[in-house]
């Protein structure tokens, strides 16, 4: 994009204050929150790595969110045409479409709330969803493109679906922005998570990161789903293997971090690599065995 996100807020006399993530906070324009810059909510994503949007912003108390073209167009400005635009569009739309499909399956409803004991709030503040097959079919149908949908890794070169019926959908949100989505096999004996092919290995529920002075990390989704639900801050990491060095900068709000993988051999590995790279904040729990 031609703009330089942090050039363009300065220019707007905003009283920006640094935050963790490469990111700035502000007292929310869109709402006309009151306060200074130190009690603002509104972060917008000024320094992201290569897999990040900048320009990124959400706000935690009237939950706004978008990019710098909405912003811009706030201030009555030229929206930035931006390469990640499209990309977003079709992933949210693809978040949207799979979670009304679970609001009408009963079984998959169930699986949720009575399997897994997750409550409807849960359930809808993290958009979990159902695939039936037909993704592709309605996307088309919402005049969105082939050729934008193939790059989120939702539909194989074939033009099918990547998901199959009947998989639980789990949107990875960034902003309150879904930026990558996976899946989960509910058959007892699969029992596996699905990531779609191409695709960066992105932590789980970042926004909870945000102001969070003690972070739980967790070896999957549903339990970091689950910690959120009983008040904790947790994020996810899909699958023990590796915790990128750049994740650390995503942590810089907390000052504890407790670590619980799974207590086999290649989550107690993954623990103590996470640990490492976030350092003496870390904390690694023994988590018993079932």
Not at 106 to 125: C, N
Not at 175 to 202: F, M
């Amino acid at each position: 994009m031609s703009t330089n996100v942090l050039e363009y807020l300065e220019s707007k006399d905003l009283e920006l204050y640094p935050a963790s993530g490469g990111n700035v906070r502000t007292t929310c324009f869109f709402h006309g929150e009151e306060g200074d810059a130190k009690t603002g909510r509104l972060y917008i994503l000024v320094s992201p790595e290569e897999d990040q949007a900048p320009g990124l912003f959400f706000c935690h108390v009237c939950e706004e969110r978008g990019g710098i073209g909405k912003i811009q167009a706030f201030f009555g400005d030229k929206p930035d045409a931006t390469p990640w635009a499209n990309r977003l569009r079709v992933l949210n739309a693809a978040a949207e479409y799979y979670h009304e499909n679970l609001l009408a399956d009963d079984e998959a409803w169930r699986y949720l709330t009575e399997e897994r004991g997750f409550s409807p709030d849960t359930i809808a503040r993290f958009k979990f969803g159902l695939a039936d097959g037909n993704l592709v079919d309605h996307l088309l149908s919402q005049e969105m493109k082939l050729q934008d949908i193939k790059p989120t890794g939702l539909v194989w070169d074939t033009g099918k679906d990547f998901f199959r019926e009947g998989i639980i959908t789990i949107p990875y949100f960034s902003y309150g922005t879904c930026h990558q989505i996976r899946g989960r096999d509910r058959d007892a004996i699969k029992n596996k998570y699905l990531t779609p092919p191409g695709q960066e290995k992105l932590l789980f529920n970042t926004d909870t990161l945000h102001e969070a002075e003690t972070v739980v990390v967790t070896e999957g989704e549903f339990d970091a789903v689950m910690l959120e639900e009983m008040g904790y801050h947790a994020v996810g990491v899909p699958g023990a293997r590796g915790f990128p060095e750049e994740w650390a900068r995503l942590f810089s709000d907390a000052s504890r971090v407790y670590i619980c993988f799974d207590p086999d051999d290649v989550g107690k590995e993954g623990a103590g690599t996470a640990a490492a790279v976030l350092g003496a904040k870390a904390r690694v729990v023994q988590m018993p065995r079932p």
